[in-house]
Each structure stands twice: as C-alpha cells, then as structure tokens.
C-alpha cells in the first residue's frame, strides 16, 4: 500500500532532483497536502488530483507515477506546467490504511469509531471528520441523489459548501494557479465524467477534450445524473474550464482495490496530463485547424 509517508518520501525524492515541490494546504488534522510541479512556469497549467476518497489511495501511487513519466521523459514537448496533488485526503488515507491509532485528539477517535462501527478502515471514503470532500464542494451543493446529511465513511456534504480543510485548501490553491484544466483520479469503474450543466461552446468544447482523453485511455464516457458538490463539477461551474472525472481501475475487482493493477491503469493513462494540457493549450492558441485528433495521439 501506498501510504502518507511514502508520499512524502517520493516528494523529498523529487524536492533533491531539483524538482519544485510545495503544499496545497492543510488537512483537518494539519498534515500538509502536498504538490509536485512539472513543466514551465508560462501561466498554462493543470491540476492532476487523486486520493480525495481514502480508499481509493492507489490513485496516490498513480498520480506520482504520472509525474515521474513526465520528469523522466523531460525531452518531450510540453506546452506549461502541471501541479500534481497525489493525496488530497491524507487524514482519510491514514485512517484507512493504520485505523484510528494516528488520531492523537480522544474525542475525535472515539467518534470516529462511533461513525465507521468498526476498527477496519478499510473502506472509508471521507476525511477524519466524516465528510465526504467529493461532495462538499459549492457546486448544486447538497443537492445529489445519493447525499447524505450526516458524518458517514462517505456521501456526508458537511456542514456548508468548503466546510472541510481539505476543500477549502484545494479551492485556494486552484484559485491561485488557475489552471486551464483540471483532471481527478478516482477509483474505479474505468469510466469518465466530464458533464456539469455546460451549455453552447464549453458543452461543445469539454466534450470534444472528455473524447479525446476516452480514445487515450479506452474508458467511456458516462453520464451520471444527480451528482454534485464535487472538484469536477466545481472546476466546470464556477471556473468554467473543462475538468474531468477518470475513474481508473477495473470493477471486477473490489475495494480495497488491489495494488497489482497499477501497472495496468498506468499504461492506460500514463501520458494523458502532458497530452491534455497540449492540446488545450495548443487550441486555445489557435491551432484548431489541426484537428484534436492529429495533436492527442
Ligand atoms: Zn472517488
């Protein structure tokens, strides 16, 4: 497993290759959500995100591997600069993967033993405060068919819309670097959402990004109706930049998902941030003559 502190490792290991590397933000424990950055500081960006949903920590793992494949292959073009954030929801990820034990406040932990029923963690989805930080962002907020109204292992919308750390730190941080397109990692289904009440232009445009990435990586496109309050579905409302949801990982296989098909869902996606940030650069320079296709192979 994939764990906080490995992550930190991998981002020392990046800070000594001259690589920059900084923080988001805190969590609601105060562990600091960390980013690594790839590319050129031109004003063009991206946001790759993962580990919103604790369980889904692989796309941690997946996250800092798609940084390493652009570090690595430094030769090929890359029209700006991508912030990866590996784990949005580092409280979450440990609780899920060392239980409560790490909880140093009492109240906290016997609340949270309270809420999840049980010791096993393992398939907890929210923050360490049982809000679920997919769903607590202002966006139709609160809204979704499957929301829930109190602190849960997932579905709780918190108390207001950005009412957890984690939210308000990548809202911020996302505010600060406006990017031109933002992707989130979850797990699993092998699938995209990319819908979120677009009208004309951007309903024409995000599609035509969301089809270029389902050629990539050969997940389709799927409309999902009633879900709201998450980063995707924020970068789309209130940024109006297309933002897409992959859900990596093949359903056969259930939670906790297992590390062995990383390699898989690394391949299906391993150049995918540097095509897409490419191609939305290179369009909006201009260059639409040349059609999607011909730039996202
Ligand atoms: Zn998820």
Redesign the pocket.
Known sequence: MFGYKDLLNEMEMFCSHGIETGVVGESELKQHIPYVFVGKKNGDYMIVQGA??AR?HLTALLVVCLAKHLVKNSSLPLEGGIYFVPMTNPDGVRLCQEGVGFVADKKRKSNLLKINGKTDFSLW?ANADGVDL?VNFDAHWGEGVQNGYFKSACNYVGREPFSASETRALRDFTLRIKPLVTLSY??KGEEIYWEFHQKSHRLYRDRRYAEAISRYTGYPLVHLEGSVGGYKDWCVEKLKIPAY?I?VGNDKFEHPFPYDQLSVILQQNVDLPRRLLNTVVRDREGLKNLGIEDIFR
Do not use: Q
Request: no cysteine; net charge negative.
């Open positions: 919103m949903h889904e989805k997919n979850h797990l949801t859900e």
